[in-house]
Every structure is written in structure tokens, then in C-alpha cells.
């Protein structure tokens, strides 16, 4: 039975339902005090715990979160009752990508090209977070009213510490016809070289109506896809045919990369010129000319959304509240401060080098950090990078590239938070506001 329309947290007006999963139902919302539509995704906590999923619902809250895009769907909020978790979501109002290429349907080559390079663009910031999607498919591409398509669906993502000894992903996961050879054959695989794999076959079927890997034996079809064994319809252009085989390409170490696509003048064609354009009336910022994708000058610290501060600095977000976990406690990675950002980034440099660290900086306000011994699994590789909240206000976020957890969680507990104690404001964490609720829905009714 359908629930009926009620208030969240004070905030969201919850509305009538516009999607089922297997797991989640998806429903219109409403942001009361803007009037802004959102979209409300509620999971309840005792069927994922029954199946065993709970570490794949933190993971996806871990990896969307990290990701602000335009052709993203943005995550606004997580909120928890007792027995349910909201994901509060920007809306998409325009549907599935599926629906435009279903029942052997294709586009204009002019057309697939413009959502190849958004999607292009949103995966290749993905992976500049350390995120790999794995379920790259027509089904989990959205339009929004702009007729711009919008990732969405990080269930079966992955973050640099899944990764193994060897470096790779081992979990065999996605949609069998997109998914790329070297994850079906078990044997671990790069995430971000599967997703181009996936992008490749989403570009075939844009322009065919049809999968390049069809077969009803699921043996057969693997088999295909082992050899990349497909063939292109007649109406491909020959600059189209050269793209796809690049990309489709069994061996993951040939397969052109995403710096390789975006040099393709078939690729190139149509993007708009780069211009600076304004963003929160006073960060000059650089799009992307794909998508609009915001890529930090090094004149002043990136801007850092009010829900991302609010989200991680206080203990609500850590996910093990919202499944009353007896765990220890995540690690606190994050810290306000009224210093300045460069100062911040001096005292970081110096901490890092008398902690025995590499010191390598990628921009103004981001600093990678090595250490010079092996760990358990290898040298421990952490980033920190200094955003802007407000005039007299920055955040500073550190995070691990690679190396074991533990190792991590000493290096910021006992190592950093004591060398930089006196430009801290507030570690996340050690606020007790929470953005999660757990004695009712809002409305004044318990949640049972």
C-alpha cells in the first residue's frame, strides 16, 4: 500500500510515488521552504540488513556525496528513521535515457554525441574522485528539463579502498551486456577502465537502437563480449566505427582512455567554447566544456556546499548511526578552521613532512601526501584539499589515495589532528548536531 504524502525532518514534503526498485521506492517531494521539487528515495533499514547490504548502502551514500556535476544527480541529504533511510535527491523530471533509443529506437548522430560527452565528462569527474560507477547503462542515465542527461544509481560504485593488494576491483558486478570483459573474467579489474568499457556500449546503442552483445544463452553472450565480437549497423560513420572499436576494446590496456576520447574530433565537435562564468556571485570558475563541470582556479579555494559541511562534519552523517551499529566510530577526516587557506596549506605541508611524508602539491589548495615507509598494503597516499565556506571561513578535507585504513585512521587521529590542534575550529564529528532523526517521520508520528 502506498504511503501517504507527510513531512519529513520539517523539510521535504513527501508526495506521491514515481518509482519502485527492489530495494527502494522513489517518491515527488517537495522542499518546503523553497518550493523546489526534489525527489525522495526510502530504503527500509530491515530488508537491506536481511540481504546483507547495508556496507553497498553506505558505500553509495560515501560516493555520492563526493560528487557535485551538472550531469549528476545530486545527492541534497541523508535522514533516518528507526526503520527507513531518505535519500533526498534533486529531481529529474525529464526520465530514462532507455526510453528514447527502447523498441529499437535510435538518435541523430549529432544528438548522441551531445549526451556521449556529458556522460563522458560526469564519469571522468567520477574517477577524478576516486569513484568508479560500474552500472554505466541507458537505464541509469535520466534527462532533466533541459534535456541534459544526469548520472544516477551508485549502488554498485566503488572507492579506492576496495581495491586489493594488487590495486584492482574483484567484485563481479553490473549489467551483463554492458558490463566490460575483464569483470566477468574474475581475475580483478581497473573500475575506471570498465566504465569507459560500459560508455562505449551506451554510445552504440544511442546510435543503433540495439545492444553490440546480444545472445539469450548468457554463455554465448559472454563469449561475445570476451572477444568483442560485434558488428557495426550500415548508417555508422567511419569516424563513429573508429571511436567505438577503440573503446570497445577486450584488452583493458588498450582500450583508449578518457583523455584519449576527449582528443577524438569526433568527440570534440559541437562542445560549447570555455568561458569564465560566475558561480555563488563570487567564484570565478572554469567549465568544463563538455558539461559545465567546475574545476577550481588557483587564484581562491573551491566553494564548499553548506550541505556537504553540514552532511560531514556532523556525527548524523556517520552512516553507522542510521544502522545502530556498535562499530567503532569512523575516523574523522575533516576540520573547519578561520585560518587562512594558504596558511592552512603551509602548516599541512610541514606537519606532512615532519610525519615523514612526500609533500607533492596539485594545485594551491590541494596537497598529496606519501609516506616515505611501506605499510601493510603499501605506502600510505593521502589528499588534503582546502575549500572555501565563507568569507572568513574554510574546510579541509584529507582523504586516502591508498594504503591500508587503520593506517590511515592513526595518520589523522593521532598524527595530523595533534600537529594542526591550533588552527582547528571543530573536527567533523565532534559537534552533536545531526542531520539524522530516529524518534519519528517528522509529522509527529513514530516510524514503525
Known amino acids: 500500500m502506498e504511503e501517504q504524502s507527510h513531512i519529513l525532518a520539517g523539510k521535504y514534503e513527501k508526495g506521491r510515488l514515481i518509482g519502485t526498485g527492489t530495494f527502494a521506492k522513489v517518491y515527488y517531494g517537495r522542499e518546503i521552504s523553497t518550493g523546489e521539487s526534489v525527489a525522495i528515495k526510502v530504503i527500509n533499514k530491515d530488508q537491506i540488513r536481511d540481504q546483507g547490504m547495508v556496507e553497498q548502502i553506505q558505500r553509495e551514500i560515501s560516493a555520492t556525496r563526493l560528487l557535485r556535476h551538472p550531469n549528476i544527480v545530486e545527492l541534497r541529504e541523508v535522514l533516518a528513521t528507526k526503520s527507513k533511510i531518505y535519500y533526498v535527491m534533486e529531481y529529474v523530471s525529464g526520465g530514462e535515457l532507455f526510453a528514447k533509443v527502447a523498441g529499437g529506437g535510435r538518435l541523430k548522430e549529432d544528438v548522441a554525441r551531445k549526451y556521449f560527452q556529458q556522460l563522458i565528462s560526469a564519469v571522468d569527474f567520477c574517477h577524478s574522485r576516486g569513484v568508479s560507477h560500474r552500472d554505466i547503462k541507458p537505464e541509469n542515465l535520466l534527462l532533466d528539463g533541459n534535456n541534459d542527461l544526469k548520472i544516477t544509481d551508485f549502488g554498485f560504485s566503488a572507492l579506492p579502498e576496495q581495491k586489493r593488494y594488487d590495486g584492482l576491483l574483484h567484485t563481479q558486478c553490473g549489467t551483463p551486456a554492458y558490463v566490460a570483459p575483464e569483470v566477468l573474467r574474475k581475475k580483478g579489474y581497473d573500475g575506471a577502465k570498465a566504465d569507459i568499457w560500459s560508455c562505449g556500449v551506451v554510445l552504440y546503442v544511442l546510435l543503433a537502437g540495439f545492444l553490440p552483445f546480444h545472445d539469450e544463452n548468457l554463455m554465448n553472450l559472454y563469449r561475445k563480449i570476451f572477444k568483442a565480437e560485434y558488428e557495426f549497423p550500415p548508417w555508422f560513420t567511419s569516424e563513429t566505427r ?56 588557483t587564484s581562491s579555494p573551491a566553494f564548499f556546499n553548506a550541505f556537504e559541511l553540514i552532511s560531514s562534519m556532523s556525527s548524523g552523517f556517520d552512516l553507522s548511526t542510521l544502522f545502530e551499529s556498535k562499530e567503532k566510530k569512523k575516523v574523522a577526516s575533516m576540520f573547519t578552521s578561520k585560518c587562512s587557506a594558504a596558511m592552512i596549506v603551509e602548516r599541512i605541508e610541514a606537519a606532512a613532512r615532519g610525519l615523514r611524508f612526500r609533500v607533492e602539491k596539485e594545485d594551491d589548495f590541494k596537497v598529496r601526501m606519501e609516506a616515505v615507509e611501506e605499510g601493510r598494503k603499501g605506502a600510505l597516499a593521502v589528499t588534503a584539499e582546502v575549500f ?9 578535507e584529507f582523504s586516502k589515495d591508498s594504503g591500508d585504513t587503520l593506517e590511515y585512521e592513526k595518520f589523522c587521529e593521532e598524527d595530523v589532528r595533534p600537529a594542526l590542534k591550533d588552527i582547528v575550529w571543530t573536527w567533523q564529528g565532534d559537534d552533536s548536531n545531526s542531520s539524522v532523526y530516529s524518534e519519528g517521520d517528522g509529522d509527529g508520528n513514530a516510524d514503525s
Do not use: C, H
Request: aromatic content about 4%; cysteine-free.
Open 242 to 297: 573508429k571511436l567505438i572499436s577503440k573503446i570497445l576494446m577486450a584488452d583493458p590496456e588498450r582500450r583508449i582512455s578518457i583523455q584519449g576520447i576527449r582528443r577524438v574530433s569526433w568527440y570534440r565537435r559541437g562542445l560549447p567554447r570555455q568561458n569564465s562564468f560566475r558561480l555563488k556571485k563570487e567564484k570565478v570558475l572554469s567549465p568544463d566544456p563538455a558539461a559545465g563541470t567546475l574545476k577550481k582556479s
Open 388 to 396: 572555501e565556506m565563507a568569507t572568513e571561513m574554510t574546510v579541509v
